[in-house]
């Protein structure tokens, strides 16, 4: 019985994490960035794209599960410290219920950027590289395992 139980925690926790990927709206010629240019995505030190375009942050509540790996490796804060984040910066940052509507902002919006699950992903947005790589490659950033 307490093995099923361990067993049932692990899965869950597994479940839990999420592989990520970084979307663009498509007009954003932005392919690729590094971790260094995604951690001032995420402090809000990145105001405007090389092209001009100002950036807009959409993100999923921070206290969903789904943002557990952004919290973990992108943010490196607690729900709420990112909430403080998002409130000091109102027109950088837009909170959203799902990935479908992180991807309608991001459409509509041409220098927005957003998270999602991989799983996500539809032929409206242009997904960015990190670090060289994909999401499901290995050694991808924001792998959730």
């Known amino acids: 019985m307490c093995a099923l139980g361990l067993f049932l925690l692990s899965a869950s926790a597994i479940c839990g994490a999420r592989d ?5 709206n498509k007009a954003n010629a932005v392919h690729t960035l590094t971790s260094s240019d995604l951690g001032k ?9 090389p092209g001009g375009s100002k950036v807009t942050f959409v993100l999923r509540d ?3 599960p789904a943002m557990k790996v952004a919290l973990e490796k992108i943010f490196g804060a607690t729900p709420d410290k990112i909430k403080s984040l998002v409130a000091a910066n109102p027109s950088y940052f837009a909170i959203v219920n799902s990935d479908a509507d992180v991807i309608r902002l991001v459409e509509s919006i041409p220098g927005a950027v957003g998270l999602i699950d991989v799983y996500s992903i539809t032929s409206g947005v242009n997904v960015v590289k990190l670090n060289g790589k994909l999401p499901l490659e290995p050694g991808y950033v924001l792998h959730g395992n």
């Open 20 to 24: 990520l990927a970084l979307i663009v």
């Open 41 to 49: 995505l995420a402090n809000a030190s990145l105001p405007s794209w």
């Open 62 to 64: 921070p206290t969903t």
